[in-house]
Nanobody
Framework: QVQLVESGGGLVQPGGSLRLSCAAS????????MGWYRQAPGRQRELVAA???????NYADSARGRFTISRDNAKSTVNLEMNSLKPEDTAVYYC?????????WGQGTQVTVSS
């Protein structure tokens, strides 16, 4: 059974930081490209950051320089360190795993940036 379980979301003030984690099970984690996506109300889901099986990274322009994605293959986890958060970062953040023709999603974790 595939499970991607996100954690670490919450309410933070502008300029603050959060660390999101995604624990994966039931997938071939080490060969997966892992990604973080987000979806704000009334908007389409968008890629925030992704990390390949050999730890190559890709960031949305809005995230580059503020967010850092990392993975731990031994623990089957992927993290997203988010700094200098802005109100426009408010969204539900989803973990995604892709390998071969498969694409799996977590249930999402809410991030709210507000004073």
């Amino acid at each position: 059974q595939v499970q991607l379980v996100e954690s670490g979301g919450g309410l933070v003030q502008p300029g603050g930081s959060l660390r999101l984690s995604c624990a994966a099970s039931g997938i071939f984690f080490s060969i997966s490209t892992m990604g973080w996506y987000r979806q704000a109300p009334g908007r389409q889901r968008e890629l925030v950051a992704a990390i390949t099986s050999d730890s190559g990274t890709n960031y949305a322009d809005s995230a580059r320089g503020r967010f850092t994605i990392s993975r731990d293959n031994a623990k089957s986890t992927v993290n997203l360190e988010m700094n200098s958060l802005k109100p426009e970062d408010t969204a539900v953040y989803y973990c995604n795993a892709q390998y071969w023709s498969h694409s799996y999603w977590g249930q999402g974790t809410q991030v709210t940036v507000s004073s």
